[in-house]
């Protein structure tokens, strides 16, 4: 089994959509129009995709200011342990997550190798490890089998129609399809995944026939580590996506993921303006200024008048540090879940989980979300290339602890024997989803020529989520400034059957 895919606690989502509103035009095609302002307030995958699929399409038509506090590319980042870049943030990719591997080629990226015979898993419950993967595949199949029978095969017809069905997100956005709302976004992939919004994962797993050991452990230990979340919090739609990325050749970026962000708005053509916006007002002829400080938190010149603005960052609840003139944003804004990325180059206490140096699994994904890690496991870091040395033993492996608060001292030394070197890095991954607690309804546009890209993470969030919003978005925009017609409010055609293509 890949380190990568055992590994993969962020990027492996997907998801949505439904057609309100249809260009007749193609999506790179626009009706001639005045000349277009745009501001865009963030700089991760969202707001960049936002920029790219808004310049493809109107081209000189549109002037692009966007801004950003810190590094390009949000929660996309790396973090450095003994000289090397690990991936801290948004880690793996989806085999079919399109306009990623779209912008790798394009951009003359490639994808990093993954490490062959690195990366065995064991799943650990508090306890004891209750699976453990062998060094050979046909003994790991035939535990599998043993312990969760064929709620496996189950899983496996599950996550292909949930597949089949998302693919339409991108036959639907190049015909033009634009949506102001998650729910039209998730009803136009399907209407099966509407009611899957309102009940929990576990509901909906032993409503389909799933036994309690597979629930409790294989689907528990997967949202654990992907969302530090329970099957008794996540609704089901969400939870499915979490089980997806159970799957074989996840990839990432080789040199980090970041550099796709970092692309996406070089061919933008937008300017990056270094500032934290605080404040959007409108005007009296209903256009928006910005309000915004340096990095030096001086006060930036707010005579610049936009035709639009696209906030592309999360609405965080209870921490809004931003305003808009006219707009509540809190009726927008959702609790999101803190992640805590723990790097050690050291050696792990293997007998923690009763093994030993020479037995002990590569990563540990843990299904008791009580504990206080959600997993632990060897990583390599972001340059590395097939044929490389990984070290097998020894403190010179790294390793990555997921957790929702920072480890105690005490902590790390339950998990290490010995620490070399650690770097933490902390940060909001992702919503909380109960069902309670959620916004009643997310929507890409909160006024008019005001939108916003991340209200697609509370349908679920990743690197190709943000991708797909912020080409929502663009979509959008071009349709309320740029003249594109729309017709039709139903499902359509084109919705009606899965792409055979992706």
């Known amino acids: 089994m890949k380190l990568?895919?055992?590994?993969?606690?962020?990027g492996?989502?997907?998801?949505?959509?439904q057609t309100s509103a249809k260009f007749s035009q193609s999506a790179n095609e626009i009706p001639q129009a005045e000349r277009r302002k745009i501001a865009i307030v963030g700089g991760g995958i969202g707001g960049t995709s936002c920029a790219y699929w808004l310049q493809k399409a109107a081209g000189d038509s549109i002037d692009i200011?966007?801004?950003?506090?810190?590094?390009?590319?949000?929660?996309?980042?790396?973090?450095?342990?003994n000289g090397k870049r690990y991936e801290a943030g948004a880690s793996i990719l989806h085999p079919e997550n399109k306009y990623m591997a779209q912008w790798t080629e394009e951009f003359g990226l490639h994808k990093q190798d993954s490490p062959d015979g690195v990366g065995r898993m064991g799943i650990w419950n508090g306890h004891e490890l209750v699976f453990e993967e062998s060094d050979w595949r046909w003994v790991t199949f035939f535990r599998m089998m043993r312990r969760y029978g064929f709620d496996l095969l189950k899983l496996k017809?599950?996550?292909t129609d949930m597949l089949a069905k998302f693919s339409r997100i991108y036959r639907l956005q190049e015909q033009g399809n634009a949506f102001d709302s998650t729910v039209e976004l998730i009803t136009a992939m399907s209407e099966d995944f509407t009611p899957q919004l309102n009940v929990t994962l576990r509901h909906f797993l032993?409503?389909?026939?799933?036994?309690?050991?597979?629930?409790?452990?294989?689907?528990?230990?997967?949202?654990?580590?992907?969302?530090?979340q329970s099957s008794d919090e996540l609704n089901a739609f969400v939870g499915s996506v979490g089980l997806a990325g159970a799957v074989p050749d996840l990839w990432a970026v080789h040199g980090g993921n970041f550099q796709i962000p970092q692309k996406l708005v070089e061919h933008s053509k937008a300017k990056?303006?270094?500032?934290?916006?605080?404040h959007v007002a409108k005007t009296a002829d209903g256009k928006y200024t910005i309000r915004a400080t340096d990095e030096n938190d001086n006060e930036m010149d707010a005579s610049t008048e936009y035709d639009a603005v696209v906030l592309a960052l999360p609405l965080v609840r209870d921490s809004l540090s931003l305003s808009v003139e006219g707009v509540d944003l809190n009726k927008h804004a959702g609790p999101y879940q803190q992640l805590i990325s723990t790097f050690v180059r050291g050696s792990p206490r293997a007998e923690a989980w009763h093994k030993t140096a020479e037995t002990m699994p590569d990563a540990i994904l843990v299904s008791d979300t009580k504990l206080f890690y959600k997993s632990l496991g060897q990583w390599v870091d972001v340059d590395w290339s097939k044929g490389e040395p990984i070290p097998t033993t020894g403190t010179d492996r790294?390793?990555?602890?997921?957790?929702v608060e920072p480890l105690t001292n005490a902590q790390l030394k339950a998990l290490f024997e010995v620490i070399e070197e650690k770097n933490e890095v902390r940060w909001l991954a992702y919503p909380r989803y109960p069902l309670h607690d959620v916004p009643k309804q997310?929507?890409?546009?909160?006024?008019?020529?005001l939108y916003h890209v991340n209200a697609i993470e509370w349908a679920a969030s990743a690197m190709e989520m943000s991708a797909i919003g912020g080409r929502n978005v663009a979509l959008l925009v071009l349709r309320d400034f740029f003249g594109a017609k729309t017709t039709g409010g139903d499902h359509g055609a084109s919705a009606a059957k899965p792409a055979t293509e992706l």
């Open 12 to 17: 492996v989502l997907f998801c949505l959509c």
């Open 272 to 278: 990056v303006i270094s500032a934290k916006v605080n």
């Open 206 to 228: 032993k409503e389909k026939g799933y036994h309690d050991v597979f629930i409790n452990e294989l689907a528990s230990a997967a949202e654990n580590c992907n969302y530090g």
């Open 65 to 81: 200011d966007l801004f950003n506090y810190g590094k390009i590319g949000g929660r996309i980042a790396t973090a450095n342990v």
């Open 157 to 159: 017809f599950h996550i």
């Open 442 to 449: 997310p929507t890409f546009t909160l006024s008019h020529g």
């Open 4 to 10: 990568r895919r055992v590994l993969g606690c962020y």
């Open 398 to 403: 790294v390793w990555k602890v997921f957790s």
